[in-house]
């Protein structure tokens, strides 16, 4: 039992997923020896609603100079936050000369909106190779981990912001309560925070256990959010359900009564309960399927290597290192994996070792089936593998449950 990290209560964990190396530990052959794992289970916090990781891995191991996530990858993302920044622009801010921050920023994928329409802007992102790349770009950007005391440092240099924002970050953050101090700090008293997250009840509904690793440290649902910002005095005044990262909820907060509360919100706390994310047994039910999707998929690739026939994985995403080493799925089952990102490319994948190879591998020598560990960016993916899928090639997918198409 570990204190719940949103409100101190003990939380019991409702899954394991056994030792685990780093999701983005994407290593070389000489590191295999003192690879790093942890135990990586998830507990539901019965009083704020949290459900969160029960063992933390400290955040330099995570995110620093080498960090391999490069946001600008995904087409997709680039339009998905391309219109993310409007709706910030053309509705949230306004008067004159706005000023607008963004934690986990990375490598610029939203900012550089605000550059172009000239809006004063800042990013927090304290790895440094992609926080590098948003510099390149002119895009304004400190190398920090954001919390109370760099919002201070923020206010004082360039004054209180009109719209605070995160995308697949605050999820990342343990120490929220520190970040939202921060922003009590930061905030202009009509000031909005938008942030956006991949949403408890897709996690659940689509037994999406992938995107349970390392990093993310919280899975929100509305009501642990409407706890953990009313315990700054702020609440939730809009939701807005995001179809990016396998499902979204971007949740638009204010200060204690500065905006109207929409009837969305309303909406969707009774659905929320109506699908039993306020009850354990929701958890367990949750579980039992995790189990099932890993032995079906073990079983489907045992039967392709019986038959002779080839397999890769397509994407090196983190989400991939909790299905691998849940699995337990071996190089034997699974050659090689391709990617995109050449910081991953000629290394090997946590924990199961898989060779990461460039996507030119792939494209050169289809294989018979693609894991497809990039589901999230399926369409996208689909769409630019016509010559694959033509030649016979088949995806195999694990979500919402082991399937070949
Ligand atoms: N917003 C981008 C990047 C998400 S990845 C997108 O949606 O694609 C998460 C990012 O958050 C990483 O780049 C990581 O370095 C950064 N991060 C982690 N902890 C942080 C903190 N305390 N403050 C600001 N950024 C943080
Ligand atoms: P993510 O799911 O965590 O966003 O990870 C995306 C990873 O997928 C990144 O390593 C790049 C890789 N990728 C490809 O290899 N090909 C693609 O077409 C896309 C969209 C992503
Ligand atoms: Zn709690």
Redesign the pocket.
């Known amino acids: 039992m570990k204190p719940c990290l949103i409100c101190s209560r003990e939380v019991e964990p409702f899954i394991s997923f056994g030792r685990m190396p780093i999701a983005n530990g994407f290593l070389s052959a000489d590191d295999f020896p003192g690879e790093y794992y942890f135990e990586l289970q998830a507990g539901f916090c019965d009083r704020c609603k949290m459900v969160q990781l029960t063992e933390l891995v400290d955040r330099e191991r995570m995110f620093h100079d080498n960090y ?2 490069f946001s600008s ?2 087409t ?2 680039a339009m998905h936050f391309e219109s993310f920044a409007h709706e910030v622009i053309s509705r949230r801010i306004g008067g004159d000369d706005p000023f607008v921050v963004e934690i986990g920023s990375n490598d610029g994928i939203m900012l550089r909106h605000f550059v172009q329409s000239g809006i004063r802007h800042l990013g927090i992102e304290p790895s440094a190779n992609v926080a590098a790349a948003a510099q390149d770009k002119g895009i304004r950007t400190i190398c920090r981990f954001f919390d109370a005391e760099l919002a201070e440092e923020i206010v004082a240099e360039h004054g209180q912001a009109d719209a605070f924002l995160g995308a697949n970050v605050m999820c990342h953050i343990p120490y929220l309560h520190s970040v939202l101090e921060g922003i009590e700090i930061l905030l202009k008293p009509s000031g909005y925070v938008l942030f956006e997250d991949p949403y408890l009840a897709d996690i659940i509904t689509k037994t999406a256990y992938d995107q349970i690793y390392d990093e993310h440290a919280l899975y929100f649902s509305l009501a642990s959010v409407q706890y953990l910002f009313s315990r700054h005095g702020m609440e939730v005044v809009d939701v807005q359900p995001q179809n990016v ?1 396998g499902g979204s909820m971007r949740y638009i907060i204010a200060r204690r009564g500065a905006h109207p509360v929409t009837a969305a919100v309303r909406f969707l706390v009774e659905k929320e309960q109506a699908q039993g994310l306020d009850r354990r047994e929701t958890f367990a039910d949750f579980r039992i399927r995790v189990e099932r999707s890993r032995d079906e998929l073990l079983l489907l690739l045992r039967q392709i290597q019986k038959e002779g026939k080839g397999v890769a994985g ?6 991939s290192t909790t299905v691998l080493n849940y699995c337990g799925i071996t190089p034997d089952l699974l050659p090689y994996i ?4 050449p910081l ?1 490319q000629g290394r090997f994948s946590p924990g199961m070792h898989i060779p990461i190879r460039p ?1 030119e591998e792939f494209k050169n020598h289809f294989p018979d089936y693609a894991l497809l ?2 589901w ?2 399926a369409e ?2 689909m769409a ?1 593998e016509e010559a694959f899928m033509a030649g016979g090639g088949k995806w195999i997918l694990y979500v919402p449950e082991v399937y070949v198409q």
Do not use: C, L, V, W
């Not at 397509?314 to 989400?319: D, I, M, P, R, V």
């Not at 391709?338 to 990102?341: F, Q, R």
């Open positions: 391999p996530f990858t995904s997709r993302m990262h397509y994407a090196a995403t983190s989400k391709s990617d995109t990102t991953k996507y560990f990039g999230n960016h996208e993916i630019k």
